[in-house]
């Protein structure tokens, strides 16, 4: 199946500080890719989803200036978190699909964890 | 729009036992579902999907049904290994931007 990479795997940093998660589609051309968080023991709530050369769409509840979303080619998506606090401390997982995959076929990435101190 | 949740939250079986996790939704519009397995600090890996049209399908030693009567689909998993230990999710689309809503989780533990 088509390959999804998240990196970096885990990031610590301090809170203030922005971080920058990149998810890149290895083998094939992502037209749309979706940010998840996870919180522990909790199922995976959408965040945004960002189509290649436009502006993302935020869920509600999502703010839009702290977590900045680019998709700025067809194999790679990044999320930062800006100005980071311990509550912003989760799992984030992406998932990508194309139009020359089947229609509701998503493939995740390995996730990145998040702890901000 | 679609919600999907497990009716357990936990399960725990017998090497060797076969293992079924119950998942129920709520559109009965939904034509495709799909189940992951996610293990610790892992993101979520596809096991085996089914659209509406079926009522079984079947991979490597496991089975996905789909009663769309009462809304509800199982996977079931055979001779369950250690390896399986893991948390097992549904998922339809279903959202506005046409991503996957996920069921709450099933944590499938695995007694050697």
């Known amino acids: 199946g088509a390959v999804v990479s998240q990196h970096p795997s885990r990031v610590i940093c301090k809170s203030g500080t922005s971080v920058k998660i990149e998810c890149r589609s290895l083998?094939?051309?992502?037209?749309?890719m979706f940010w998840y968080r996870q919180f522990p023991k909790q199922s995976l709530m959408l965040m945004a989803t960002?189509?290649?050369?436009?502006?993302?769409?935020?869920e509600q509840g999502v703010e839009k200036d702290k977590f900045l979303i680019n998709h700025a080619s067809l194999t790679l998506s990044t999320l930062t978190v800006t100005s980071a606090h311990p509550e912003d401390s989760s799992f984030y997982i992406c998932?990508?699909?194309?139009?020359?995959?089947?229609?509701?076929?998503?493939?995740f990435g390995p996730g990145t964890r998040l702890t901000v101190l | 729009g679609e919600s999907v949740g497990l009716h357990l939250p936990t399960l725990s079986v017998q090497e060797g036992d076969n293992s079924i996790i119950n998942c129920a939704y709520s559109?009965?519009?939904?034509?495709?579902f799909i189940w992951y397995k996610q293990e610790s600090g892992k993101g979520p890996q596809f096991i085996i999907d089914?659209?509406?049209?079926?009522d079984k399908r079947q991979g490597q030693r496991v089975t996905v049904l789909l009663n769309k009567t009462v809304k509800h689909l199982s996977l079931q998993i055979a001779a369950t290994q250690p390896g399986d230990s893991a948390v097992y999710f549904c998922?339809?689309?279903?959202?506005?931007?046409?991503?996957?809503?996920f069921g709450k989780g099933t944590k499938l533990s695995v007694k050697p």
């Open positions: 960002s189509n290649e050369g436009s502006k993302a769409t935020y």
């Open positions: 089914i659209r509406s049209n079926m």
């Open positions: 083998d094939f051309q992502a037209t749309t």
């Open positions: 998932s990508a699909g194309a139009s020359s995959l089947a229609a509701d076929t998503q493939y």
């Open positions: 998922a339809a689309p279903g959202g506005s931007q046409g991503n996957l809503i």
């Open positions: 559109n009965s519009a939904s034509d495709y």
